[in-house]
Antibody
Framework: EVQLVESGGGLVQPGRSLKLSCAASGFTFSDYNMAWVRQAPTKGLEWVASISYGGSNTHYGDSVKGRFTISRDNAKSTLYLQMDSLRSEDTATYYC???????WGQGVMVTVSS | DIQMTQSPSFLSASVGDRVTINCKASQNINRYLNWYQQKLGEAPKLLIYNANSLQTGIPSRFSGSGSGTDFTLTISSLQPEDVATYFCLQHNSWPTFGAGTKLELK
């Protein structure tokens, strides 16, 4: 059974950093491009970033470019999202997903507030 | 970016009703359109991929149609367990999403 489990969320002050993790199981992690998607409270879904299966290619949405970094450790079957210079508008539930968007995690909440 | 306009935002229907939800893309996305169901506190579940292909394990009352810019998700006979929010995703280019349709029982 494919499982994606996010962790690392919480309350953080504006301007600070936070790193999310997504532990994958039930499939060969290194065969898949992966992605992060977020949903702000009462808002729609927004694609955040994607990474190729080997980790060499990354792409970011305009709202996070230069502040967020997506990475992966295929030996650990884990996807990461390093979030720096956080803003109040980054407050959202963050989901990891296979980039074919067939399986998603349950999400982790990030709140940016002083 | 490709904009996805989803309608309606809210939908109230009775058990057994036929329900349709629409997504319109701001430009041609061929058939690169998925439909999802999301229940409160749960991960989104893929229902339909590439406009009209039923994901494994999804009941046959769910179907998708369309191509180009106009797409429809149909539930042929609404069941109580179908109460959820539904959204579309285009993956013809950098992914963008519809705003969602909240489906309730009348």
């Amino acid at each position: 059974e494919v499982q994606l489990v996010e962790s690392g969320g919480g309350l953080v002050q504006p301007g600070r950093s936070l790193k999310l993790s997504c532990a994958a199981s039930g499939f060969t992690f290194s065969d898949y491009n992966m992605a992060w998607v977020r949903q702000a409270p009462t808002k729609g879904l927004e694609w955040v970033a994607s990474i190729s299966y080997g980790g060499s290619n990354t792409h970011y949405g305009d709202s996070v470019k230069g502040r967020f970094t997506i990475s992966r450790d295929n030996a650990k079957s884990t996807l990461y999202l390093q979030m720096d210079s956080l803003r109040s508008e980054d407050t959202a539930t963050y989901y990891c997903a296979r980039e074919v968007f067939d399986y998603w995690g349950q999400g982790v909440m990030v709140t940016v507030s002083s | 970016d490709i904009q996805m306009t989803q309608s309606p935002s809210f939908l109230s229907a009775s058990v057994g009703d036929r329900v349709t939800i629409n997504c319109k893309a701001s430009q041609n996305i061929n058939r690169y359109l998925n439909w999802y169901q999301q229940k409160l506190g749960e991960a989104p579940k893929l229902l339909i991929y590439n406009a009209n292909s039923l994901q494994t394990g999804i009941p046959s009352r769910f179907s998708g149609s369309g191509s180009g810019t106009d797409f429809t998700l149909t539930i042929s006979s609404l069941q109580p367990e179908d109460v959820a929010t539904y959204f579309c995703l285009q993956h013809n280019s950098w992914p963008t999403f519809g705003a969602g349709t909240k489906l309730e029982l009348k």
